[in-house]
């Protein structure tokens, strides 16, 4: 690019130098003549915006005893079903994030640290367990008094399922079922 800028000779064009190199021309007029910066707009206050007298007063009236833990949703209701109108939920907001206040605004109980329960079972002989009551713990009750199904045993390959062979024992007829055998309803 440097090599084309410096060139000021009128015979050669600028299309031509830019064909030999293999740069663009819109490429070499654009780092010729850098675009001035945009300019930096500072954006015009809101006419509607609030004035500092009344942003003052809204923070007062969130901050005030009545209304010190409560949220602005609740704040904006209960100001407008008195007939008062200060700001809009939004603006509270905003006035209490710029003071950074948006986080709970009721007073928090710090978390307790409880212990994670432990399951403790004290089985002694059963003499003992029996005689003393102390050592019964519901644990050690349920323990003794649960009931406990055996597993039911694994079957042959040739073995017929269990409904069939009770089915059978009482000498009821094996169900066949056939492709088109239900009878079909009148058209």
């Given amino acids: 690019m440097d090599l084309i800028e410096e060139l000021d ?14 740069v663009s021309r819109a490429t070499v007029y654009r780092n010729t003549r850098p675009s001035p ?19 003052g007063a809204v923070v007062d009236v969130l901050h005030s005893p009545e209304f010190v ?7 904006y209701a209960t100001l407008l079903s008195r007939g008062v ?10 006035l209490l994030a710029e003071r950074g206040e948006t986080q709970e605004r009721r007073n928090q109980r710090r978390p307790i640290a409880h212990a ?11 003499s003992s ?6 050592r019964r713990t519901p644990v050690a009750c349920r323990l003794k008094r649960a009931k406990f199904t055996p597993l039911p045993r694994p079957r042959a390959a040739t073995e017929e399922p269990p409904f069939r062979r ?14 088109g055998t239900r009878a079909r309803p009148p058209a």
Avoid: F
């Avoid at 910066?37 to 009344?54: F, G, I, M, V, Y």
């Avoid at 833990?69 to 704040?75: G, I, R, S």
């Avoid at 009482?170 to 169900?175: E, L, N, T």
């Fill in 9 to 22: 000779d009128p015979a050669v064009p600028i299309l031509r130098a830019c064909d030999a190199v293999g």
């Fill in 129 to 134: 367990a029996r005689s003393k009551k102390s």
């Fill in 69 to 75: 833990d409560q949220p602005p949703h609740e704040v």
């Fill in 85 to 94: 109108y200060l700001a809009s939920v939004r603006t509270m907001y905003r």
């Fill in 37 to 55: 910066p945009p300019p930096l707009h500072s954006r015009a206050p809101s006419p509607r915006r609030l004035s500092d007298e009344e942003r």
């Fill in 166 to 179: 009770h089915a059978a024992a009482r000498g009821a007829p094996r169900a066949r079922h056939r492709r």
């Fill in 116 to 126: 994670k329960p432990s399951l403790t079972v004290r089985l002694g002989a059963a």
